[in-house]
């Protein structure tokens, strides 16, 4: 049954779709929008307040990210504050925590130091914290059980009035809601709609067909249904090069609010998932939530019945899929992680394993001071590409060239709804002979260019030679080494020559 002709549909109802829809409806004269949503609600997948770690991911305190993403990262989530200060959903859907990269360690409180000094004219505000300030602003970083301060050396940078924390669940809603609004537009939500097929029409567009037997008539077709955008691109021919890998992740939850803010631990280098960190969950008393883990689950859909068969058709398993992921495996660090996360999952025993990993972060924390936090999580669908036989992590984004987008948004997808849905945007419009009204959206929603204010980064960068003056006066007492005799005088003379030429 034919029902209406969109201008765009928008697949999927999450913070992605959502955005978007929101971006169409208020700053460009497309005049009808359609969203089809396969379950009984907005967002109820990884959008979900529950499902993600509600961190609007800046860029500052990430230590996986280059500069280079974080000047992009900064950007796009500011549009995320700026849409909620507009709409006054600030302490409602957005909140405010003092966040922090913890460096513990001479070695990591180096790396801390030197990132602080390449990532504070991107970040002006961000400060450094040692020991001293964190005994008074994250106490329980500093302090074991017995009320003792931990032995290693720690610093942290971060920062105190950002806002750090959203329910993208509830901002996914208001989006939608705030779209309808515009009286230029006409916003409809199709829930329980899950699209099977998405096909070119013989007039014009494409036909989208629902598993309730419905046909939808749109010009322009976006699907941002997470690892389903893959799937329907399969189904379509395109992406064929690619495969799905879902990576879900659980957490754990504190029983009462133990940190102050967000706490991020240093990115293991050779892993290719973001380190623990801890952060006060909004939906669950701010107590901590720590996490995420990282399991590759053979679904695409975490809570939800069913959808084995659809990993195996999205993962298109082959000789090329098989060494993507023998390449990871391979790798001792890789291998030891994925092992690892596959008995936090394990019941009783996680718990004891998982106390390793967040006594980096607290120290004194005891196994009844928290739990495996059940109905939490979510998945992210990374992308393998089979050409070059490898994980990708980033993004993924298929632009058919004829009104067809399919989108799929890992981590820090929610972050970044705002500006994949300007993106997408301007394609539209172009391709519909639309009109962007880009002056409205850049006085809304972004916030000019970044404006370096030289004196609190001198201040701080005092800070951190004081830090480093102080490390090298303990290495200098402490850290001798004890050498009776030296026989062989050469080695004492060029140790690193001598050393190259054994
Ligand atoms: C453990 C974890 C922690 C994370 N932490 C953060 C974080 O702190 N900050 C951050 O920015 N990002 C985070 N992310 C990433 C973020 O959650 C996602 O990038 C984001 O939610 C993706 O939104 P989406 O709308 O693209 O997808 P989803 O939220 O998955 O929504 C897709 C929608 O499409 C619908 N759909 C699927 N198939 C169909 C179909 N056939 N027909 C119709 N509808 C369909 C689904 O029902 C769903 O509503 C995290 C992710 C995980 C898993």
Redesign the pocket.
Same mark, same amino acid.
């Given at each position: 049954m034919a029902i209406k002709n969109f201008e765009v549909i928008i697949?999927?109802?999450?913070? !992605? &779709?959502a955005a978007l829809a929101y971006e169409l409806a208020r700053y460009t004269d497309i005049k009808s929008i359609g969203i089809?949503?396969?379950?009984e609600d907005i967002? !109820?997948?990884? $959008?979900n307040g529950t $499902?993600? $770690?509600? !961190?609007v991911?800046v860029g500052d305190i990430e230590t996986n990210y280059t500069l280079d993403k974080a000047a992009v990262t900064k950007k796009t989530a500011k549009m995320v504050e700026k849409y909620c200060l507009q709409h006054n959903y600030q302490n409602k859907i957005m909140f405010s925590h003092q966040k922090m990269a913890l460096g513990i360690g001479d070695k990591e409180v180096e790396f801390l130091l030197h990132r602080y000094e390449e990532f504070s004219e991107l970040f002006p505000y961000l400060e450094v914290w040692d020991k001293e300030k964190l005994k008074e602003l994250e106490p329980r970083v500093v302090f074991d059980e017995n009320g003792n301060e931990r032995e290693e050396n720690i610093v942290a940078i971060g920062a105190k009035d950002q806002w750090t924390t959203v329910d993208?669940g509830k901002m996914a809603k208001c989006l939608i809601d705030d779209a309808k609004k515009e009286e230029s537009s006409e916003v409809e939500l199709f829930l329980n709609?899950?699209?099977t097929d998405i096909e070119k029409s013989s007039k014009r567009g494409y036909v989208v067909k629902t598993a309730n037997g419905n046909s939808y008539y749109a010009d322009f077709v976006v699907t941002?249904? &997470?690892a389903?955008s893959l799937f329907?691109a399969h189904r379509m021919g395109f992406g064929l090069n690619l495969g799905c890998l879902p990576v879900s992740?659980s957490f754990y939850i504190t029983n009462e609010k133990m940190l102050n803010g967000k706490v991020y631990m240093i990115q293991n280098p050779k892993l290719p998932f973001a380190a623990l960190h801890g952060d006060p969950d909004v939906l669950a008393d701010e107590n901590t939530r720590f996490?995420?883990t990282a399991l590759v689950l053979p679904k695409l859909e975490r809570y939800k019945e069913g959808t084995y068969m659809d990993f195996w058709k999205t993962l298109r398993f082959d000789a090329n899929i098989a060494k993507a992921l023998w390449k990871l495996f391979k790798e001792s660090d890789i291998r030891n992680y994925i092992l690892r996360n596959f008995i936090f999952e394990v019941p009783f025993l996680n718990k004891y394993i998982f106390l390793k990993d967040a006594r980096k972060i607290v120290p004194g924390l005891k196994l009844n001071e928290f739990k495996y936090a059940r109905g939490f *999580? *979510?998945?992210?669908p990374q992308v393998l590409n089979k050409d070059e036989q490898k994980l990708l992590l980033g993004e993924a984004s298929i632009s058919t060239g004829e009104g067809l987008i399919f989108?799929m948004?890992? $981590?820090?997808?929610? !972050?970044s709804c705002l500006g994949n849905g300007l993106r997408d945007l301007k394609y539209i419009v172009k391709y519909l002979g639309k009109n962007f009204d880009e002056q409205k959206f850049n006085d809304e929603l972004t916030d000019g260019d970044t404006c370096p204010l030289p004196e609190p980064i001198r201040s701080q960068k005092a800070v951190v030679n004081l830090i480093r003056a102080e490390i090298a006066r303990t290495s200098e007492k402490y850290n001798k080494n004890l050498h009776y005799n030296k026989p062989d005088k050469d080695f004492w003379d060029k140790p690193h020559s001598k050393i190259k030429d054994a």
């Open positions: 697949v999927g109802a999450g913070i !992605t &779709g089809l949503e396969k379950y967002a !109820t997948l990884n $959008s $499902s993600n $770690s509600q !961190t991911h993208f709609t899950q699209v941002n249904a &997470g389903h329907l992740g996490g995420p *999580g *979510g998945v992210r989108n948004t890992p $981590s820090p997808g929610a !972050t």
